[in-house]
């Protein structure tokens, strides 16, 4: 009988060939004659695969998909088992698109060990639609990682409201994995008992159903449980904390502040710096009115804590916020508001920090000086001059102000009062005419102060003892000489940041001279101004040289990357360094390199960093060979993650590239070199005064080649160029020289990274085309909705 049904399914399927089109009558008449043979007919049609050519292999897997039923399935899966790939693939694609057969009898031989998973799940997946969700569910929970994956994306692409019963009571179930691919698809649900059943998980003691729960909850519009979600802030997991804040900030909820106090005043660090994410993204002027009133009923030390969270991590909008309460009707608001803005140094600040010297509350008067004097703006002059004729007791803040901001201009006032009855005002005032003392009124000042030398008050005596003493140190005859002798060397080494002083004076030559510091002369051991112990270079680059030093007085290795004589002498790019570097060393976070300080030493200028032993992205990418997709999308991830960081502290990185990427041995990643960026005030060109390109043309944007306006997208852009290299194994853009890379960039035709590598999924190749859109509106909105995306390619277990 068999040799007889193979022969009449031979017959049958010849004249099938012959026919050709299989929806016409007689077709459907001879395929339902070739069905009722059974597994005869079936094993015919693989044999006869299996000799076939490409063109009818096609025809045959479609003859072969209207053939199988129910009782011939099993016959049909055994084919998946073939040696010959081409017989595997057309059988999978036979019971992916057959019609005429109950598909879930497939489901039963994930169990089967012989069978192919890979070329099952195939089938599985084209079969999608009639397949039931609850026996799929139940098959999952006996696979591996990538069945099981899967499986879940099945049930995720076909659940329906009836089936969430079924999905939430599965929440409570043991195996993680499982339950956080549930908890992915449920958020795909937007009700109310999707919503409360996601909450509920937010208190799971694994990480990785917190993760997925407030990932899931983050794209929801429930109402939220505030308190829980800020509690997060506190999980001692970062991710979580991360994806919290994101959650927090999406909702924007009116309770959100009430319930960031406890992240706020939390002994984490962390969870300080997560409530001020917040903040940055959510705060208004009553916002933080309302934190400021609920931290004045702690302890000084909690609220000093909190208070310097939001000074050094609080972005613009903060700032502006804090900005309208320095009016505020309650002394306590306008007090904790100028304490904030004494910490930050936001030079957005300067007027409303003048307008405040001029306060009834002398605390706030003398604090709101403070803080001009270190943010170093010279039009805050008038302001502290004007405090030396108002009230007494706040003269002594107003002369300190004008030491740091002043010069040999205010020295006649500061004389007068030397004379003041006031014993705060007469010790200031001898203080500051010891600093700001040159040599033509040296003598003047001397005599001046000599009245207090047999002062009856100590300590008026000893700060004239100090005063004169200084001045016979700086201005006696040899001292004088001596000057005179090394009048080409350059003033000591200075900070321009912290003293805020302005560039463009210090480039002039505004502090007299030092022996030029020869860098290239160095040898092991040797110590720079007293403080650093030179131990190597490391590298050289456009912009700079980088060495290796000890830091002798906090004893730790730091970076000093001196600056390129063609940058340290473009005045323009010098205010922008020191502009961006004021608000790039606040950026705290593990895939960003911390920022010191900016130098001037020895007639250079340096930026001191964070040491990392590390090497470059670019070593990775080697040979033209793309690395494994997720090694590759850990890194996009953590790239997105740091560099979301720096665009909410307003830095827009500009030459994002490999080289700029660091790797320890452990695989930790960090972002170095934002000395070519710009914070978001500054101007957008691409090209400095010098002629220098401010990015490197294999990974600039296109917006950035032209000079229009830069933002955040233009880091996104490179990101993606850097995400198609690292996939692909090439760079997109990469033949001729710069200019013609560039002109490459703007045209925007690159081949798409799956035809470089064709085992990129397709989804995945769009994700990295839609970040290297030359039209800036069609990328991701931020670094953040990017790396969410990426999150998607990586195992759940990632």
Excluded at 19 to 25: C, E, I, R, T
Excluded at 53 to 72: M, Q, Y
Aim: aromatic fraction near 4%; charge should be negative.
């Amino acid at each position: 009988m068999r040799l007889l049904g193979g022969a009449r399914a031979a017959r049958l399927i010849g004249n099938l060939e012959q026919m050709g089109d299989l929806d016409g009558s007689e077709s459907k008449k001879a395929v339902d004659k070739l069905r009722s043979l059974g597994s005869s007919g079936v094993k015919k049609l693989i044999e006869e695969i299996e000799a076939a050519d490409r063109s009818g292999t096609r025809r045959l897997a479609e003859l072969l998909s209207r053939v199988i039923s129910d009782k011939t399935v099993a016959e049909a899966v055994k084919g998946l088992d073939s040696d010959n790939q081409r017989v595997s693939s057309a059988v999978a694609w036979a019971l992916g698109h057959g019609r005429r057969f109950n598909a879930n009898l497939l489901l039963d031989y994930l169990q089967k060990d012989v069978v192919p998973k890979a070329a099952l799940c195939d089938a599985l997946s084209h079969q999608k639609g009639r397949l039931d969700v609850r026996r799929v569910l139940s098959q999952a929970y006996h696979q591996e990682s990538t069945e099981k994956a899967v499986l879940f994306r099945i049930v995720a692409q076909t659940a329906g409201e009836n089936d969430l019963p079924e999905l939430i009571s599965r929440l409570t179930g043991k195996d993680v994995v499982a339950r956080a691919h549930i908890i992915d698809i449920l958020s795909r649900f937007n009700t109310a008992d999707v919503y409360h059943a996601l909450q509920g998980q937010l208190r799971d003691s694994n990480k990785l159903i917190r993760q997925a729960a407030i990932n899931a909850i983050g794209r929801m519009d429930g109402e939220p449980d505030m308190e829980l979600l800020c509690g997060l802030l506190c999980d001692p997991d970062l991710d979580v904390q991360n994806k919290a804040v994101e959650a927090v900030v999406r909702h924007r909820h009116p309770d959100t502040v009430r319930y960031l106090i406890v992240a706020l005043k939390d002994d984490s660090e962390y969870s300080r710096r997560a409530a001020v994410e917040v903040l940055n993204e959510i705060a208004d002027p009553r916002s933080i009115k309302d934190l400021l009133e609920a931290l004045g009923d702690d302890d000084w030390w909690v609220r000093a804590r909190a208070t310097d969270a939001l000074a050094k991590i609080g972005g613009p909008r903060v700032v502006d916020a804090v900005l309208q309460l320095i009016k505020d009707e309650s002394e306590d608001i306008r007090r904790a508001a100028i304490e904030l803005l004494n910490a930050t140094r936001d030079e957005r600040a300067v007027l409303k920090l003048i307008e405040a010297t001029g306060d009834s509350d002398w605390w706030v008067r003398e604090r709101a000086a403070d803080a001009l004097a270190e943010i170093g703006d010279s039009r805050a002059l008038p302001a502290l001059e004007k405090m030396l004729d108002g009230e007494t007791r706040s003269i002594p803040t107003a002369i300190r102000g004008i030491v740091k901001l002043g010069d040999e201009k205010h020295i006649p006032r500061l004389m007068q009062l030397v004379r003041h009855q006031e014993r705060e005002i007469q010790i200031e005032a001898m203080n500051a005419l010891a600093r700001l003392a040159d040599s033509a009124l040296a003598d003047d000042i001397r005599e001046a102060i000599s009245m207090h030398l047999d002062s009856e008050d100590k300590a008026v005596r000893q700060a004239a003892i100090a005063a004169i003493q200084s001045l016979d140190e700086r201005f006696s005859p040899s001292q004088i000489e001596e000057a005179k002798k090394h009048e080409r060397f350059a003033e000591p080494t200075r900070t321009l940041l912290m003293e805020g002083r302005d560039v463009g004076a210090v480039m002039h030559g505004g502090g007299g001279v030092q022996k030029r510091l020869d860098i290239t002369t160095l040898n092991a051991g040797d110590i720079i101004e007293g403080r650093y112990k030179y131990i190597r270079k490391i590298g050289k680059g456009a912009f700079g040289t980088v060495l290796l030093v000890n830091d002798q007085v906090v004893e730790e290795s730091l970076i000093l990357k001196f600056l390129n004589p063609n940058v340290a002498s473009d005045e323009e790019m010098m205010k922008r360094f020191v502009h961006e570097l004021r608000y790039s060393r606040k950026i705290t976070h593990k895939n960003v390199i911390r920022i010191y300080d900016f130098l001037f030493m020895g007639g250079l200028y340096a930026i001191s960093m964070e040491y990392f032993p590390s090497h470059t992205l670019g070593d990775e990418v080697k040979d033209e060979e793309p690395l494994p997709i997720e090694k590759a999308m850990r890194f996009g991830c953590d790239i997105a993650t740091g560099m979301a960081v720096a665009h909410h502290a307003g830095i827009i990185h500009r030459d994002l590239k490999p080289a700029n990427i660091l790797i320890n041995d452990e695989g930790l990643l960090k972002i170095v070199d934002f000395g070519v960026a710009a914070a978001r005030s500054s101007g957008d060109t691409q090209l400095t005064k010098t002629g220098y390109v401010i990015g490197s043309p294999k990974y600039m944007a296109p917006e950035q080649i032209l000079g229009k306006q830069v933002d955040e997208k233009a880091d996104i852009y490179s990101l993606g160029v850097i995400m198609y290299e690292m996939l692909t194994g090439v760079p997109p853009y990469s033949r001729g020289d710069h200019m013609s890379v560039m002109y490459q960039h703007v045209q925007g035709k690159a081949r798409k990274p799956h035809e470089v590598n064709e085992g990129l999924p397709i989804e995945l190749s769009e994700c990295i085309g839609r970040c290297m859109s030359v039209d800036k509106s069609k990328r991701y909105e931020s670094m953040e909705e990017l790396r969410n995306e990426f999150a998607r390619f990586l195992p759940a277990e990632a």
